[in-house]
């Protein structure tokens, strides 16, 4: 018996669903047959995708704005499935103009925050599970703990994302508006603290190398205000690095108890620049929230999360023979 034949439907090469989409295939290839297809390398053309996912049985855009391009009657043999991985479009009006999308599409979220919410919409059907996002071991893994033993020296501050992104509407990521603005003022004040900021506007680091990147910070910091999944939070725990993180998607949810002790309470400067001062005075913490980190997050490995889209597709596959009896 063949395969069920996936498509994994991303944005774009080597971003963040390109990444879940690899990390699908690199562990469940074995019970299905995948094919990535970036909608970016098809030029963003629904005749072009076509060619390429035509003989799947099952299409799962991971970034669901993609589908708006696609005409569907095309597929009404197909399994078609998305997800949710954003606080976006949460509007009426947005809502009403995604409703016809997830009445005719499976769904699955990255959060249990985001499964409540989206439970509790009356125009869509409810999501069939969560599936949280991973980290890859052999990409994000302790190098440099020794540095968390040198106490005197300057504490170095971290943060990963791009700048930019949704700046027009508001600085969802927190760079500019909170992160910069309280590591200058504490320099300014003559703490010995460093920024190091690793900004997609600036430089693009691999994913292969950015654990070098973590091993040269103290502490990461996550300020984002809708992200269902801040992938740099599981990557630095992953590398033993210390962090401080609003209560944003999954991160209460991957936080062991002494980290707990640093998700701020809002997106607020003076709340960030006292926790970062409690580190400074305190560098001892630093080991302590770096092990607890390395030990939490052994059950976020995407080899035991993967195990969730082998049985969100099984779903899928059962309910679609279902249907056709």
Known sequence: MS????????????????NIAKQIKKHLSGCYDFKIVSFNACNKNADELHKQIKDCDILHFLWREIISYIPIHRYRDKILSTAVYDHLFLGEKSIQKRK???????????????????????????????????????LFYPKNLDRFNQLKRPLRVGWVGNSKWGIKIEDFKG???????????????????EGDYADRVHK??????????????????????????????????????????????????????????????????????????????????????????????????????????????????SDSANNKK
């Not at 760079?175 to 603290?193: H, W």
């Open 3 to 18: 395969k069920v034949k996936i498509a994994l439907i991303t944005d774009r090469d080597n971003w963040a669903f390109a």
């Open 100 to 138: 016809n999308m997830f009445n005719n599409f499976r769904y699955y979220v990255c959060s249990k925050k985001l499964y409540e919410i989206y439970k509790g919409i009356d125009d869509y059907p409810a999501p069939i599970m969560t599936i949280e996002d991973g980290v890859d071991p052999d």
């Open 175 to 193: 760079f500019r508006t909170f992160i910069n603005p309280a590591v200058n003022e504490l320099i300014q004040e003559e703490f010995e603290i």
């Open 204 to 317: 693009m680091i691999s994913h292969d190398n950015m654990v070098d990147y973590y091993s040269k910070i103290d502490v990461l910091i996550c300020m984002s205000k809708i992200e269902g999944t801040p992938n740099p939070v599981l990557e630095a725990m992953a590398c033993g690095v210390p962090v401080i993180s609003t209560n944003v998607g999954i991160v209460p949810q991957v936080l062991g108890e002494k980290q707990r002790s640093f998700l701020l309470k809002g997106r607020d400067k003076e709340e960030l620049k006292k926790s970062l001062l409690t580190l400074f005075h305190n560098r001892e913490i630093l080991n302590e929230l770096s092990q607890e980190n390395l030990t939490q997050i052994k059950n976020w490995h995407w080899s035991k999360q993967c195990q969730k889209f082998k049985d969100y597709f099984d779903i899928l596959i």
